[in-house]
C-alpha cells in the first residue's frame, strides 16, 4: 500500500535526477580544450619542459651546496 503512494513522488523525482545525473556524468567525461604548455609542463620527463628545466636547475643546485660542503670540510 505504500509503495503505491510512492509511486508519483518517484515518477516525479526521477526526471530530475535522471538530468542531473546525465548532467554530472557528461560534464566528468567531457574532453576539455587544452593548450601545449600546460600539457608540456606536467610531464617532467620530457627535455624541453620547464618543469625539467626547473629540476635540473635544482639538481644542479644541490649538487653544487655538497660539493661547497665538501670543499669546506677537507680545509678544516
Do not use: K, W
Not at 574532453?31 to 620530457?46: A, G, I, W, Y
Not at 625539467?52 to 661547497?68: S, W
Amino acid at each position: 500500500m505504500i509503495v503505491y503512494h510512492a509511486v508519483p513522488f518517484l515518477l516525479v523525482a526521477a526526471l530530475p535526477v535522471i538530468v542531473l545525473l546525465s548532467i554530472l556524468i557528461g560534464g566528468c567525461t567531457m574532453t576539455r580544450p587544452t593548450n601545449e604548455l600546460t600539457d608540456r609542463v606536467q610531464f617532467r620527463s620530457e627535455a624541453d619542459s620547464r618543469a625539467g628545466d626547473e629540476l635540473r636547475a635544482e639538481l644542479d643546485r644541490r649538487a653544487v651546496r655538497e660539493e661547497l660542503r665538501r670543499v669546506v670540510g677537507e680545509t678544516q
